[in-house]
Nanobody, 114 residues
């Protein structure tokens, strides 16, 4: 049974930082690309960042390039999203997703507000 358990959301002021973690189990983590999406009420989930199975390739939405960094630790079966220079428009529920079967984490709320 695939499980993706996220942690690290919360309330942060503009310009602040947060780090999301997503711990995976139930599949061969090192074999699959991983990703982070986000969703605001009334809109579809959109891709924020993705990382290849060995961590050697990454890609980002234009809106977060230069501010967010995706990384992974295959030994710990965990993918991370470091978010810096946060803006109010980054407020959303953030989800991790494995790109093999497309399973989702439970989502964590990030609110950027002064």
């Amino acid at each position: 049974q695939v499980q993706l358990v996220e942690s690290g959301g919360g309330l942060v002021k503009p310009g602040g930082s947060l780090r999301h973690s997503c711990a995976a189990s139930g599949f061969t983590f090192r074999s699959y690309s991983m990703s982070w999406y986000r969703q605001v009420p009334g809109k579809e989930r959109v891709l924020v960042a993705a990382i290849g199975s060995d961590g050697g390739s990454t890609n980002y939405a234009d809106s977060v390039k230069g501010r967010f960094t995706i990384s992974r630790d295959n030994a710990k079966k965990t993918v991370y999203l470091q978010m810096n220079s946060l803006k109010p428009e980054d407020t959303a529920v953030y989800y991790c997703r494995e790109l093999g079967q497309g399973n989702w984490g439970q989502g964590t709320q990030v609110t950027v507000s002064s």
